[in-house]
């Protein structure tokens, strides 16, 4: 018996079919072992030793799997055919003989480029050995990324308080986005005209021609300034009469591109189908490990991380059938198409990602798919097949016109398609505007398929209409995931595998947001570039990323010891950390300061400095450090307190709260209180008074304080708001049915309505200060689960024993009755609008007997740290009916790297301090 070991349950029980009952295929989830979050787990001064840890989840599968190695002979590591699928298996290895679980066992490694029948079996009879350089490459860019996130995360906490994390490649990236935003900021928009002319040929048939040379000049793009240039050049083209003087006709092939790797799947799959890089991966994974075709489970497309461009020669000889077949010869090139990678560190030599079987067209399996598998799946079937196809033959054309004296010239273009060829199937489309400081011309390059009516030398035209147009230069555009990807696949910055990854940390980290599909930096990310910039200069270059990245390749490739490039990489490292112990915060704050003083102060409209404090008039604006973060502040504190946010949302970034550091007053309480707006770790929220201390004798008195909505613009909170905010709950009217009173207030979760012991959380589109009560009935109405309504408790009667309240509730999980804390559901098919007092009584009493029976009890006491016994509700007791309190759960360590192992990163963020129990986290926490 064989046991083989992939990556995902998916892929086992797609292989497990191919295989007869000789095999057992189980999967290892991933990674089963990873560095522990802490210092210390790997160790420089050991020769880079590094400590493993297993997880609970990663433990029960490696038991299942020496559980299965007991009656088996064979060990086959089937995970993934690039460095992380050989270091997973290296892992399992390493494990497995720690536990003495191979002991007289072969241990091979198979890898199939695509899940499919033939494809497993060729692997079968193509074993071999682990490839320890790969694997050798992966512990160096595992210590790698360890390393840079565990000792420069930490100097940023110290010298940059705000700041979250920093990574070998995260942090590259990060400066893409914020040099391109420094380059929008710095970009003077220029006016520029041009004129066209709107002409006729003798036949009366219409065609376009642009300017191009005045007074026997060639225009550059800037020779027209301004309209009354402009407006010269319309009166010397309308002085003279228009011909023909010269007719140029060429014929261009345009050549398929060729088939994806996983940049190029990123990156079209962005810009045609709107998908994010971790989307991308995340369907192209489950295309890959198997689909239920009808009852057979197959991969539709082959391993989707690669560098490769290349693929098999019998699924070129297979798609060159389909093409001859589906499109005639005239489609079909006499000879294959092959590629090559352009990449100059391609690390894998896989195929390119193409169908595992071409005749299986996107119609043929679209009912098997989701609308995104079906998408992405058509995509790459349609890549393929076009990149085997016959090249497209464009008829172009360029007419000059000019005057009799030549004094101007004018150009008319078009481009007709002959041909289609390749373009049948697949169609390259671009961003809506190219990574160019201008993007498309203004003047309308693109001719193809613009027909131009035949014209031949020495003929006249005439000439109906012209005219001038005003252009303005456009900045450089932000990046798109797309752009972005491909940015950094020409630098060799990070790998293809690790791309989605990245771009995702930047995200969570707050670094970068997507605006309209592109990514803006977010302050926070450009203070932290331009701290690494200042102080790590090296270690965000491009080029030392990019000749790290090769030197991991080389070690790959058997060329390089991976201990001597930790070890040249490392005293470097550590002596750069090591020069900033000395770096006091304030050395920190005047170069930041000095670098994003044009982002933070730039020119006003009146000429006023914008330095100087508008609250003060006479204290200097500069960049400060709270604990959450920095800020602007004045000069003259603490006698002048006006501080600023970096960007305020009213500045345009749709993100900010309008407040970042201080309090902003926003008057008096008609007690004489005053009302504040400050910023807490969790969010904004309006605060009345101030905090008493404790002192002697006497606790410290907590004001009110109400957290601001999340979905709220803080900087519009006034004082008329932020009273009826302290005011909540507040009474929204009696429930027409029950006569109970609705009230909306907001709490750890935000706002919500209570309606006896119902709660429910107001949707986003509700105001928690304007709801009315039919509205509010409404929204009662469709709490609980699967739409069904909710009632409130309804009291049957009192107890004779005690005297207490017998009432029904309608719960989560059906109605009950409840005396006390003790529970009672009642049975299925009960009428509970027909249940009374005497019934609820024997059904709370069956469940006491029940209880007393199985030995708990209604009542149990628990004794406290001070010895102190509390009373605690049982199991059976334990409401369901407010709503639930989050448990407590400790604070996830961040990794040294991406949970993908695709990116190193630091811990994600200091601890924050706690924050009062009423206050509620939410989506814009400062921690997690």
Request: net charge neutral; charged share 30%.
């Amino acid at each position: 018996m064989h046991v083989v070991v992939v990556e995902s349950p998916a892929k086992a029980k797609t292989i497990n079919k191919y295989l007869g009952h000789d095999y057992k295929v189980l999967a290892s989830y991933g990674h089963v072992r990873d560095l522990p979050p802490k210092d210390g787990s790997v160790r420089p001064d050991e020769g880079f030793a590094m400590d493993w840890a297993i997880d609970e989840r990663s433990e029960r599968h490696l038991k299942e799997i020496v559980q299965a190695l007991k009656g088996a002979d064979a060990l086959l590591l089937a995970t993934d055919p690039d460095r992380e699928g050989e270091a997973i298996s290296w892992h399992v290895r390493e494990v497995l003989e720690s536990r003495n679980a191979l002991a007289g066992k072969t241990v091979r490694r198979i890898t199939f480029n695509a899940i499919t029948r033939s494809a497993v079996e060729e692997a079968l009879d193509n074993a071999r050995d682990l490839d320890q350089p790969l694997v050798e490459a992966y512990l160096a860019r595992r210590a790698l990324d360890y390393l840079v996130g565990f000792t420069l995360s930490p100097v940023l906490w110290r010298k940059l308080p705000g700041s979250r994390s920093a990574g070998r490649v995260q942090s590259v990236a990060l400066r893409l986005v914020c040099e391109r935003e420094q380059e929008i900021e710095r970009f003077v928009t220029r006016e520029y005209w041009t004129v066209e002319a709107l002409l006729a040929t003798r036949a009366g048939v219409p065609f376009r021609a642009r300017l191009t040379h005045l007074d026997g000049r060639k225009l550059d793009k800037f020779d027209l300034p301004d309209e009354a240039t402009a407006q010269a050049a319309v009166r010397a083209i309308e002085a003279h009469p228009l011909g023909v003087v010269a007719v140029e006709r060429k014929q261009a092939k345009r050549h398929p591109a060729a088939p994806f790797t996983t940049s190029t799947l990123q990156q079209e799959a962005s810009r045609k189908l709107y998908f994010s890089a971790r989307q991308t991966m995340t369907v192209a994974q489950k295309l890959y490990e198997g689909v239920d075709l009808g009852g057979e489970t197959v991969g539709l497309i082959t391993y989707m991380r690669t560098d490769g461009v290349s693929i098999a020669p019998e699924a070129i000889a297979a798609t060159r059938a389909l093409i001859g077949q589906e499109f005639g010869t005239s489609y079909l090139p006499d000879q294959p198409r092959l590629y090559k990678t352009r990449a100059k560190n391609a690390q894998e030599a896989h195929e390119a990602i193409r169908p595992t079987d071409v005749s299986r067209t996107p119609a043929a399996v679209a009912p098997y798919l989701t609308p995104e598998q079906r998408k992405l799946y058509e995509l790459v079937w349609k890549r393929t097949v076009a990149s085997q196809m016959a090249s497209a033959l464009l008829d172009q054309v360029a007419v000059d016109l000019a005057n009799g004296q030549n004094s101007v010239t004018l150009r008319a273009t078009g481009s007709v398609v002959r041909f289609d060829g390749f373009l049948k199937v697949y169609r390259e489309d671009h961003d809506d505007r190219p990574d160019t400081p201008e993007g498309p011309s203004a003047e309308g390059d693109d001719d193809e398929n613009r027909l131009l009516p035949p014209l031949e030398e020495g003929e006249a035209v005439e000439r109906q209409n012209v005219v001038p147009s005003q252009h303005f230069t456009q900045p450089p555009p932000r990046y798109t995931e797309a752009s972005l990807v491909k940015r950094m696949e020409e630098l060799g910055i990070g790998r293809p595998s690790t791309y989605a990854s990245i771009l995702s940390v930047l995200q969570d980290r707050e670094y970068v947001r997507l605006d309209n599909r592109r990514f803006v930096p977010e302050d926070r990310g450009r203070l932290v570039t331009t701290f690494l910039e200042n102080f790590f200069a090296r270690y965000v270059e491009y080029s030392f990323t990019a000749d790290l990245e090769n030197q991991l390749d080389e070690i790959s490739d058997g060329k390089l010891g991976w201990r001597a490039v930790l070890e040249a990489f490392w005293r470097d490292f550590k002596a750069a950390v090591d020069g900033t112990q000395t770096l006091r915060v304030s050395e920190v704050l005047d170069a930041l300061d000095a670098e994003l003083g044009p982002h933070l102060f730039p020119p006003t409209p009146d000429g006023r400095d914008p330095r100087v404090c508008p609250s003060c008039n006479s204290g200097r604006l500069g960049l400060r450090i709270g604990k959450f973060g920095a800020f602007v502040g004045c000069s003259g504190y603490p006698e002048c307190k006006f501080t600023r946010p970096l960007v305020s949302k009213g500045d345009g970034d749709g993100q900010g709260t309008g407040l970042e550091e201080g309090i902003k007053e926003l008057g008096t309480a008609p007690d004489g209180e005053p009302v504040t707006l400050r910023k807490g770790p969790y969010g904004p929220y309006v605060q009345k008074g101030e905090a008493v201390k404790a002192e002697k004798g006497k606790k410290a008195v907590k004001p009110p304080r109400v957290s601001i909505p999340a979905d709220w613009d803080a900087t519009t909170v006034t004082l008329d708001t932020a009273l009826k905010l302290l005011a909540l709950p507040r009474e929204v009217g009696e429930h027409p049915e029950t006569k109970a009173m609705i009230t909306a207030g907001i709490g750890r979760f935000g706002p919500y309505l209570k309606h006896g012991d119902v709660y429910k959380s107001l949707p986003k589109d509700e105001d928690v200060l304007n709801i009315g009560l039919n509205r509010a009935v409404t929204v009662l109405a469709e709490a609980g689960r699967g739409g069904r309504a909710r009632q409130p408790a309804r009291s049957l009667g009192d107890h004779p024993d005690d005297g207490k309240p017998v009432t029904m509730h309608d719960g989560r999980y059906g109605p009950y009755v409840q005396h006390g804390v003790l529970r009672a559901t009642l049975p299925k098919g009960d009428d509970p609008a027909a249940l009374t007092l005497d019934s609820a009584l024997a059904l709370l009493a069956a469940k006491a007997a029940k209880e007393g029976a199985t030995g708990k009890a209604t009542k149990t006491t628990k004794t406290t740290k001070t010895g102190k016994a509390t009373k605690a509700k049982t199991e059976a007791g334990a409401s369901d009916e407010a709503p639930a309190k989050k448990p407590a759960t400790r604070r996830k360590k961040a990794d040294a790297s991406d949970a993908t192992a695709a990116e190193g990163t630091a811990p994600a963020d200091k601890p924050a301090r706690k924050a009062p129990a009423r206050r509620r986290k939410t989506a814009g926490d400062e921690e997690t």
